[in-house]
């Protein structure tokens, strides 16, 4: 939100601090979209594997990086695109959860489908797959990308704190799932 | 990986969301970097002076939607291919001038009028693009000409026939003056 500003002129709001930074910021141009592929593009890749399993990743990736590529003309601060891509990433594999009904349906008869095998590792990364959408983001994202807490809980919009409470509960379940 | 990646600018073109595509192609004289707009070939360049940086101005003069996207370029490719096996002499494909304005339009477009295996002086150019003392601009237009080959500075030459400067080097401006038979 922008401050009321005094009305006599820009001398009145050099007390505010440094205007290099803000005609930096107001300049800054944003880099060719490439070099957000190029950069990032096999981190968000892991990320969604270890959130969506490695079926459903490509197509998350795929919606992750178009929402990121219409937004981007618009994007205000690029300081942090990588985190920027994360948090797309982590909402994308929300909505890809929540459309996939991880609350069951019934149904008369169940149909015969065929499933994937598991994959190497399979088992932790389904267990991972498995849990609730924050405990699931924060362990892929810790694990898959080797995030620090801090940059865990900016890809989530949460404080550190709470992101790391979130890799804990993830954790703790893991292990007794898997013991 | 690269599935994923080529599906995704396939989807990007889709959506309209591919503002510059680009590709670096193969040419008898090394890599070229092409970029084209919804509109047209918009630039050619030579990685010698930097595709980071030609990307770069791309982003910032066009739009940050730059996306490698070879299947964009390929009626480039193919055009600029036959050129180079000599089974060209006119370029079809649509182009865009964006990058450009002003005398150095009017200079470029009058580049590129010139037929293939003639050449021009700069001093023509200079009368072409309508001020026949600003011989100096055209051949700052000459330099600065977004689209070099396809818009074609290599057949501008000093009044007295020396071959004058050239982008991509002295030795490429000769052997495409002999390729097209004026040297």
Known sequence: ?179 | MKTALNHFADRADAEGLLDVAYATVDSPFGPLLLAATPRGLVKVSFPQLGTEATLEALATKISPRVLEAPARLDEARRELDRYFEGRLTEFELPLDWQLTEGFRKKAQQAINRIPYGRTRSYTEIARSAGNERAVRAAGTACGANPLPIVVPCHRVLRSGGALGGYGGGLPMKEALLKLEGVL
């Open chain 1, 1 to 179: 939100m922008w401050a009321r500003v005094p009305s006599e002129g820009h001398s009145s709001l050099s007390h505010l601090g440094s205007s290099r930074r803000l005609i930096n910021d107001l300049t800054a141009t944003l880099p060719p979209f490439q070099t957000l592929l190029d950069d990032h593009a096999a981190e968000v890749m892991a990320v969604l594997r270890g959130a969506v399993g490695r079926t459903d990743a490509d197509d998350c990736f795929q919606e992750t990086f178009l929402a990121a590529l219409r937004a981007y003309p618009q994007l205000e601060d690029a300081s942090n695109l990588r985190s920027w891509l994360l948090t797309i990433a982590h909402r994308k594999a929300i909505d890809h959860h929540r459309a996939n009904g991880r609350w069951p349906v019934p149904v008369e008869e169940v149909a015969e489908v065929a499933v994937s095998d598991p994959e190497p590792d399979g088992e932790i990364w389904s267990a991972v797959g498995a849990l609730p959408p924050k405990q699931r983001a924060a362990v892929a994202l810790r694990y898959a990308c080797d995030l620090p807490h801090v940059e865990i809980a900016a890809a989530l919009g949460c404080s550190p704190e709470a992101a790391r409470r979130s890799l804990h509960e993830g954790l703790k379940r893991l292990r007794k799932e898997l013991a």
